[in-house]
């Protein structure tokens, strides 16, 4: 439960700094913030992979750059159905998608596969 926890807050620190940085992505208070966070993680968990392995074929074109398209698609989706959740067209939903990624990529680095924020000591 700790580590559902610690990834929705990662994806919401994620999204508040896509709405600070990106002028077209607006996200109406923080109750909203955490609604649009959840509601993500759940696309990305159910409907993201279905859409990665319908697409394969233009993926693999692509060499993956396609995959920031499905990735701005879920945060667009997300506007879609939330009424205080704005995105002003495609480009503020791939760069909005794009810096949501980077933060989950760089929490990713202290959270473990179960989780928990782990943390390695190198002694010499």
Known sequence: ??????????????????????????????????????????????????????????????????????NAAMLGLVAAVMDSFYLSGFWAALFGALIVSFVSWLASWYVGPRGRVEVMVARR
């Open 1 to 70: 439960m700790a580590g559902f926890l610690l990834r929705w807050l990662v994806c919401a620190l994620g999204l508040g700094i896509a709405s600070a940085i990106v002028p077209g992505v607006v996200i109406e208070g923080f109750w909203a913030l955490l609604g649009a966070s959840l509601l993500l993680g759940l696309l990305n968990a159910f409907v993201r992979p279905v859409l990665v392995i319908l697409t394969l074929p233009i993926t693999l074109v692509t060499l993956g750059l396609f995959l920031l398209v499905i």
